[in-house]
């Protein structure tokens, strides 16, 4: 599976919009990209996923890049709920169940 | 329709004992893997069942150990505990496990303590 990198922590306004970025360098044509948050102590949180065009729901955006190299979730309106570690895991289709999940960005929300 | 659900919440036990925790997947989903989460080592995959066979394992001893009912309902063990198994063990479930479109839900964990 691609490995990912995202930067350790971000801190955003509350009520701006959170862009949480991930480098995907090494993606293969048949890797999606999901992302994941995890609220302290909780179970990580599915948010969205894609493989190449950007994705809408109501929790958030996904923006990938053309060259699919790197993705950004977008939160449009954040609020103090959303500070969370939040994941950015590339996933082979046809893969068995089975995430590889890295640091993450922990998303600092401030009022 | 009820998410994943895991039992105990909360767990405390002694090194040498061992210790068994339970996970009941979202209703028709018939993948279940499990995860270890640590301060030091982050998530880490345990193994992933479906169709009550282990299918995919991660670089674990053997002294963790799972299994899957005909329910899709799914135990793991481990044995001869040590101070190190101390985590938050997560459960995720999904219909079949493959196909990238096929996305994970996770339950709320089970927190382990070794004394």
């Known amino acids: 599976d691609a490995k990912t990198t995202q930067p350790t922590s971000m801190d955003c306004a509350e009520g701006r919009a959170a862009n949480l970025p991930c480098n995907h360098s090494?993606?293969?044509?048949?890797?999606?990209v999901y992302w994941y948050r995890q609220i302290h102590s909780q179970g990580p949180q599915y948010i969205i996923h894609?493989?190449?065009n950007n994705e809408t729901n109501e929790m958030a955006s996904l923006i990938i890049t053309e060259d699919r190299k790197s993705s950004t979730l977008i939160l449009p309106h954040a609020t103090l709920r959303d500070t969370a570690v939040y994941y950015c895991?590339?996933?082979?289709?046809?893969?068995?169940?089975?995430?590889?999940f890295g640091q993450g960005t922990t998303l600092q929300v401030k009022p | 329709k009820a998410g994943v659900t895991q039992t105990p919440r909360y767990l405390i036990k002694t090194r040498g004992q061992q210790v068994t925790l339970s996970c009941s997947p979202i209703?028709?989903?018939?993948?279940v893997s499990w995860y270890q989460q640590t301060p030091g080592q982050g998530l880490q995959f345990l193994f992933e069942?479906?169709?009550?066979?282990?299918?995919n394992k991660g670089n674990f001893p053997g002294r963790f150990s799972g299994r899957q009912f005909s329910n899709s309902r799914s135990e793991m063990n481990v044995s001869t505990l040590e101070l190190g198994d101390s985590a938050l063990y997560l459960c995720?479930?999904?219909?079949?496990?493959?196909?990238?479109?096929?996305?994970?839900?996770f339950g709320p964990g089970t927190r382990l303590t070794v004394l």
């Open positions: 995720a479930s999904s219909l079949e496990g493959q196909g990238a479109w096929d996305t994970q839900y």
């Open positions: 090494t993606i293969s044509g048949n890797e999606y």
């Open positions: 894609g493989l190449k």
């Open positions: 895991i590339v996933r082979v289709r046809g893969n068995t169940g089975k995430l590889i």
């Open positions: 209703s028709g989903h018939r993948s």
């Open positions: 069942y479906f169709s009550e066979t282990q299918r």
